[in-house]
T-cell receptor, first 112, second 110 residues
Framework: GDSVTQMEGPVTLSEEAFLTINCTYTATGYPSLFWYVQYPGEGLQLLLKATKADDKGSNKGFEATYRKETTSFHLEKGSVQVSDSAVYFC???????????FGQGTRLTINP | DVKVTQSSRYLVKRTGEKVFLECVQD?????MFWYRQDPGLGLRLIYFSYDVKMKEKGDIPEGYSVSREKKERFSLILESASTNQTSMYLCATKPDYGYTFGSGTRLTVV
């Protein structure tokens, strides 16, 4: 079945550092890919998405590119802020399917 | 913006109790979902519904049931709560552009 694997956390960085959170997936078809963010005490919010190969999703300075050849969707940000501290989830949804399949989540802490 | 409201942020229940978790959306969306979130496991789908009175099992339905009598309301039921159902429960709806999640209910079963 479909699955998503994220890099192990927690990840701790200093403010203005470069961020990469790795995400790889296994899917039988051609999924859409998502990054969700969960701030403390809140539900999940859609951060960005990509629906086909080579698409780049971007939002709030975060970017991720849909790489079909490496089955990856790594999240990047050039300069992180303390306010980016949260848990980040990579997810996929097969075309025509209703449900999302999530990775295990990566907790990110940014120190001032 | 779509709003998904979960009735309780925190619940503490006793083993064996019947527990109802309520979720209400303020739009006319057909698809609604219940996920469970546990550290190191991410989110796992319990049940989803694609219309009133319609439901489908997700990946971990055991010990749970659901009810959808009205389009805006989707309830998750723990028939006899057990300690291994202590978790964060998240409701979501799916408009065309992506999923919208509620703030979650953190359930502790003692």
């Amino acid at each position: 079945g479909d699955s998503v694997t994220q890099m192990e956390g927690p990840v701790t960085l200093s403010e203005e550092a470069f961020l990469t959170i790795n995400c790889t997936y296994t899917a039988t078809g051609y999924p859409s890919l998502f990054w969700y963010v969960q701030y403390p005490g809140e539900g999940l919010q859609l951060l960005l998405k990509a629906t086909k190969a080579d698409d780049k999703g971007s939002n709030k300075g975060f970017e991720a590119t849909y790489r079909k050849e490496t089955t990856s969707f790594h999240l990047e940000k050039g300069s992180v802020q303390v306010s980016d501290s949260a848990v980040y989830f990579c997810a996929l949804s097969e075309w025509g399917a209703q449900k999302l399949v999530f990775g295990q989540g990566t907790r990110l802490t940014i120190n001032p | 913006d779509v709003k998904v409201t979960q009735s309780s942020r925190y619940l503490v229940k006793r083993t064996g109790e019947k527990v109802f978790l309520e979720c209400v959306q303020d739009m006319d969306h057909e698809n609604m979902f219940w996920y469970r979130q546990d550290p190191g496991l991410g989110l796992r789908l319990i049940y989803f519904s694609y219309d009133v009175k319609m439901k489908e099992k997700g990946d971990i339905p055991e010990g749970y049931s659901v009810s959808r009598e009205k389009k805006e309301r989707f309830s998750l039921i723990l028939e006899s709560a057990s300690t291994n159902q202590t978790s964060m429960y998240l409701c979501a709806t799916k408009p065309d552009y992506g999923y919208t999640f509620g703030s979650g209910t953190r359930l502790t079963v003692v």
